[in-house]
């Protein structure tokens, strides 16, 4: 979930209007400064045993040879970061089949000119797909590669006494998963394969005490997404007018009012000679003869109101109730950003989809400082990355449940960061409710039903010395289903040592523990250990 907020050249600014421009949820300003460029490309090799303690399988050792670069720029025109590596998993015996693992993030910006610059992201990494959602993939032969990426220009500037700002952003998601789905617990023909999204938005506003005691702002946005799975078809359009008024120096109240329209259609799965749906690779198989069927049909008035707080440009803290979707709906936020450390906690309530989902975690990454976390024994994401600069992210909520059905989407997030001296913290957690939009009958999901998704993660690390550093991770994810798939509780630790042996080879070492439970299916718990060199270039 992205954490963001917005304020506009030391003047108030209506936030709702101001976050749609880049997302749903607000986004705490990043910033760097000096000039930096950073390229480290490196080789690996290491040794690794999976060990079970409880439940069914066998002790189980692979090698892994791992090709990577670690990359950051900073400049006047240019902010990026890159962590992202090639990994190959040799099995030793029959018990364990080889892998292929592409897992990393890629984040940056390029000023092109005064308030216009082009924004870029990636993503990739893995997921379970054997019914435990949410779980970490040890030991797993049912996982998918998992990608997702956006790219577009954004413009905010100051034109006269108007603040004016556009963005467009093309965003792609995809899941390759070519396995038949006949065990315990997974969806059959529910699967995310990829979407195209498209995102268009803008806004003018000029702030409070220039024409008028109230700021006023102006915004639209149109956001369409095309998902291959059944061709289903998203398309949000709204605009609407925010107002601010100061009331001290430090606190406004904030409201707007507006006009959404929201379409979701897919057309129907092609039947066989029985009547029953045809299913290729854990997807339905689309009738592009059948019409486009309309699964979702809103239009009306939104509107909330609240307070927004900044007491100082470290701390902001902005709190709504209004409708929209004919519900009520409550969201809000608070940032603070230390200056080696940043804290954000966002309640969000929207319309969404896992493609829409996890392009915007990509696109609110922070471009500078960012720590990407990765399991010793898989190489994968272990979910976070943090920032001390803010612009942190975890991506456990998009990864649990993977589905093809868009839902209303609620819930709360956090993240705390901290880099000082040898030191370095990083926290995150959340809850999310995904209440389904679906055609009854036709996929695993009913109208209505809905997934709730509980999850949290720590990570420490000390610098010993010059050469020697330690560190470890924590890690729960409780996913509570009911549309069919099991109720999964995962959690684990781990800890790793490093030791630089040269200017350019380290060697490193792990242990590690990994529990999951599924509903009524035995508990598996798991131990690994890790030893490994990395050269680098």
Not at 182 to 192: E, I, K, L, V
Not at 356 to 362: E, H, K, L, Q
Request: with cysteine.
């Amino acid at each position: 979930m992205t954490i963001r907020l917005l304020a506009g050249h030391g003047r108030w600014i209506a936030f709702g209007a101001a976050a749609a421009l880049i997302g749903a949820t607000p986004a705490l300003a990043q910033s760097g400064g000096g000039q930096r460029t950073d390229v480290t490309p490196y080789l690996g090799i290491d040794q690794i045993v999976f060990a079970p303690i409880k439940g069914d399988g066998d002790a189980l050792t692979y090698t892994t040879v791992t090709a990577g670069v670690t990359a950051q720029f900073q400049n006047r025109r240019v902010e990026a970061v890159a962590d992202v590596q090639y990994s190959h998993l040799f099995g030793w015996g029959g018990d364990f089949a080889d892998q292929d693992i592409i897992s990393g993030i890629v984040s940056g910006r390029i000023n092109i000119a005064r308030g216009l610059a082009i924004d870029a992201g990636a993503l990739g990494t893995r997921a379970r797909t054997d019914g435990y959602s949410g779980a970490s993939t040890f030991g797993s032969g049912f996982t998918s590669q998992v990608y997702a990426g956006y790219v577009g220009p954004t413009y905010a500037d100051k034109l006269g006494i108007f603040d004016v700002t556009a963005a467009y952003r093309l965003g792609y998601a995809r899941v390759e998963d070519d396995i038949d789905r006949d065990f315990p617990g997974a969806p059959r023909g529910g699967s995310f394969d990829d979407s195209w999204s498209h995102m268009l938005s803008g806004s003018v506003g000029v702030g409070p005490g220039v024409l008028l005691p109230v700021g006023l702002v102006a915004s639209g946005s149109y956001t369409r997404e095309d998902a291959r799975q059944l061709d289903q078809r998203f398309e949000d359009k709204w605009g609407r007018l925010d107002a601010t008024l100061p009331v001290s120096p430090t606190l406004a109240i904030v409201g707007g009012i507006g006009y959404e329209n929201i379409t979701i259609g897919q057309r129907s799965p092609l039947l066989d000679t029985n009547g029953i749906p045809v299913v290729s690779n854990g997807r339905f198989v689309t009738d592009k003869g059948s019409p486009r069927a309309l699964l979702y049909d809103f239009d009306g008035i939104m509107w909330d109101i609240g307070v927004l707080w900044r007491p100082s440009q470290r701390t902001s803290l902005e709190a709504r109730v209004g409708r929209r979707y004919g519900s009520m709906t409550y969201q809000g936020s608070f940032t603070w950003q230390g200056r080696d450390s940043s804290f954000a906690v966002v309640v969000f309530d929207g319309i969404d989809s896992f493609g829409r989902m996890i392009t915007s975690d990509v696109a609110g990454l922070s471009r500078t400082n960012l720590n990407v976390m990765r399991n010793p024994f898989t190489g994968d994401l272990t979910g976070c990355a943090f920032s001390p600069t803010g612009g942190g992210q975890c991506f456990n909520d998009a990864l649990s449940g993977i589905t093809d059905a868009n839902f209303r989407y609620r819930g709360v997030a956090m993240q705390y960061a901290r880099q000082h001296g040898p030191w370095g913290l990083g926290v995150g957690g959340g809850y999310s409710q995904r209440k389904f939009i679906t055609p009854s009958g036709e996929t695993i999901y009913i109208r209505g039903t809905k997934d709730e998704n509980w999850f949290a993660q720590a990570a420490l690390n000390y610098a010993l010395s010059e050469r020697d550093s330690i560190g470890g991770s924590v890690y729960v994810n409780y996913f509570d289903s009911s549309g069919g798939r099991p109720d999964v509780l995962n959690m684990g630790a781990f800890t790793s040592y490093d030791r630089i042996i040269s200017r350019r080879l380290r060697a490193s070492a792990a242990l590690g523990i990994d529990g999951s439970k599924a509903d009524d299916l035995d508990t598996v718990i798991a131990a690994m250990g890790q030893i490994g060199l990395r050269y680098s270039f």
